[in-house]
Each structure stands twice: as C-alpha cells, then as structure tokens.
C-alpha cells in the first residue's frame, strides 16, 4: 500500500467552472473519463457537477450519473457546486462527498448570479447547515462556503475588503467547514491577494482557507504565490485552463491545473499530480468536444530538459 504526499491540494474546477460557460454538452462517458483519469494523475478533489436548474444549464442535466460514476472513484473527495437549498437536497441524495455553496460578495453579482440579495443567500446557507446536521456524524458530506467576487466584480468593480470579512464571517458562524476566495472576473493581482487573504484568514480560525483565481488578466499564477506566502494549501484550478461564470461579463477561465502543478512542483511542493499523467489527461480530454479551447504552457512547452518532479509514492 501506497500514500501520497501533499503540501499543497489542488481541486479541479473544470467540469464545472469551466464546462458550465461552454455551449456543447460534453458526454457523460467523456466527463466520467476526465474524472477518472485525473484521479489517476493524482488530483484528490474534483467538483464534477452543478446543481442547478438544467433549464438554465443544460450542461449538467446528467449530474446524476456523473456524481454516481465518480462516487466509485476510490480515494476521490466527489464535489459539487450548489446555489441554494434544493441543490443542497439533491447533493445529500446523491451522497457526495462535499457541497460547494457560492455565494456573492458583490451583491450584484449575487442577484445576476443566484437571483436573490445576498442576505437571503446567507440565510439558504445557514438552512443547508441545518439540514446537513440532520444527518448522522459519519453520512455527513462537507459543506464548503465559495466568497465569489472576493476580489472584484465586473458590474460593481472594486469590493470592499470589510464586506469581504463580513460574508466570511457569516458563513463561518453558520458553520462553514471551508471558505473559498473566489476572484471570479480575474481582477486580483498579488498585493490585493495578500490583503484580502490576510484579513479572511484573520477571522477563519482553524478553518481551512482556499483560493480560486481565474488568469483573465495573466495574474492567475503571480496570485497564486502571493497565496502561498500567506499559508494557503489549497487551490482551485481547471485542465487547460476552462472556465468562467455565465452570469459574470468578461469571464474566461481558471488557472491551468497543468501550469499550477508543474509550478508548485519545480517550487519543491509537493502535489501529489504525475503531471505525465496530467498531460495526457488535458489531451484525452481535449478530444472529447472539436470546439474546446484550452490554455496552458506546460502543454505547449514541455517540461524543461533534465526536469526532476516532486511527485512520490511512499510506503504507508
Ligand atoms: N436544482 C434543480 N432545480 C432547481 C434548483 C436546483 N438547485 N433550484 C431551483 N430549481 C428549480 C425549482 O424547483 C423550480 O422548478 P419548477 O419551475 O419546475 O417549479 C425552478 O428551478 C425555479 O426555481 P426558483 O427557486 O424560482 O429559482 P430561480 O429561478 O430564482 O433561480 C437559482 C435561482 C439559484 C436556482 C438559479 O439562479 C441558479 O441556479 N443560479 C446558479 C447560477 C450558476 O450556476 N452560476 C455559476 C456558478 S457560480
Ligand atoms: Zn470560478
């Protein structure tokens, strides 16, 4: 028996980040794939799906299937994204392992994104911590709390950071077991990384802290270091770079899972991703839908000659 070693987790987003703001339904067997082969690669997290209406996103009509497919994935932490409440319910059906609620910071974005102010969004939360504790200790899946817009908006521009450390605060007290800071339209750039993380680490305790950048603007990775100088251990980011929020103007995708894992790696941390594995990965999954576009430059580039990875194996 083998354990791998992580100092850093990183989370796949794409198939729901990324394939949500994407036209052509990718099949269930293709996404199954995707999952599969990236649990391989060593990614231990990976949000499969949405629950959400699949008359406002047709993609994840099958997110009953996806989530059943993954769930057989042995060691893979199966999430999903919920909105509200009956997301919530769907995702305790299903049994996943951890919910990812989301939730505004930018009160416009809250009511473009979910269509509700974002005090009714906190309140749906609290609910859904309540019905998750309604279930016995060891059924109970993560409730993870998504801060969208944490770093700016494109209808609202500049957040502020008090308003930031409020909704934190929120939904800690409702119980969150994870905060996401999420900086949804790519406005971030590391000093404003370090300030605002900084300030919700400041209130999050003992409760972990994570960081979703998208690289809209080219910061994704200069954030994701400033990230790392303030202790953050875990990271969203997308294979080939997909991603954005349908209901956010100007969104593009997450950082390249790819670029992140060979950049954490050359650093000496360690991911646990083969990131061979990982490239052929992207490649399979590139060829599921012809109209794709993908991001990356470890792709593009190769690894450097002579490269050395991280990554290990080790006895248990
Ligand atoms: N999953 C499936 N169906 C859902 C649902 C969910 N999570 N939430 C609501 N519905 C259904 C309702 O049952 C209702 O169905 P009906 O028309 O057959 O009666 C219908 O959707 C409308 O419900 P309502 O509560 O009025 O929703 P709404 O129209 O106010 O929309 C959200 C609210 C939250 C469901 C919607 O805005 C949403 O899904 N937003 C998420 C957007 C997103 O994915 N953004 C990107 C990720 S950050
Ligand atoms: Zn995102």
New binding site residues.
Partial sequence: MSTIQRDIIVREVGLRDGL?IHPTFMPTADKLAWIKNEALSGVSEIEVT????????PQFADATEVCAGALQLKDLVVSA????L??AQ?GLELGVNKLNY?VSVSKTHNLK????ERDASMADFKAIVDLIKTLPEDQRPLIGAGL?TALGCSYEGKVALTEVVLCAEQLLDAGADEIVVCDTVGYADPALVRAVLKAVLAVAGDVPVAAHFHDTRGTGLANVTAALECGIKYFDASLGGLGG???APGASGNIVMEDLCFMLDSMGLKTGVNLDLLLKTRQTMSESLSDLKLHGALARAGLPHGFVSNWSAVAA
Avoid at 50 to 57: A, C, E, M, N, T
Avoid at 113 to 116: A, F, L, S, Y
């Fill in positions: 949500q949405s629950f959400v209406p699949p008359k406002l996103i994204l919920i909105p509200n009956k997301g769907r989301v994104n979910v269509r509700r969208s929020c349908p209901f």
